[in-house]
């Protein structure tokens, strides 16, 4: 089985879709959203991320969660929009699934990347690892190492 794929960005999700296949972990579950544009449209942003989660969560019930969050050019406010956004994943799954959940955040500031992040977490999710938990990376870091390896960095 494939990893399950969501979110609110579709070229995140049709390069994740590019690199998908079957020895992918089944409990993992990756998700692409976009910051947006003007900070007017955060709440709304943060409501439609908000029901994605808790549904996708509810539906894949995973082990493990890697959401890349697109932030062109706006590095700072995207490490925070996915911190959010994994803590977030990682309360619900805990208090309304009764299960613990690996989150992992990837900030995507330059869109020439996307092709490159979603190789790393193919790469990611064809191990069994559930290190790193509320690790959030950037696209650039994974042009150098691996997505485990940047864990490792921030874990030890």
Request: with cysteine.
């Amino acid at each position: 089985m494939a990893m399950h794929i969501a979110g609110l960005d579709a070229d995140i999700i049709d390069a994740l879709t590019q690199v998908s296949t079957p020895d992918h972990r089944p409990d993992a579950l990756t998700i692409g959203v976009s910051l947006p544009d003007s900070p007017d449209e955060l709440p709304a942003c943060i409501a439609d991320v908000d029901a994605l989660l808790e549904r996708e969560l509810s539906r894949v019930s995973p082990r493990i969660l890697v959401a890349v969050v697109h932030a062109a050019s706006r590095l700072n406010e995207g490490r925070a929009f996915a911190s959010e956004l994994i803590d977030h994943a990682s309360v619900h799954s805990s208090n309304s699934l009764g299960r613990d959940l690996t989150a992992v955040g990837i900030v995507l500031d330059d869109g020439q990347d996307r092709a490159l992040v979603a190789r790393r977490i193919a790469e990611h999710l064809s191990g069994r690892s559930n290190l790193g938990d509320g690790t959030v990376v950037t696209a650039r870091d994974l042009r150098r190492v691996t997505l485990r390896e940047l864990i490792l960095e921030d874990v030890l």
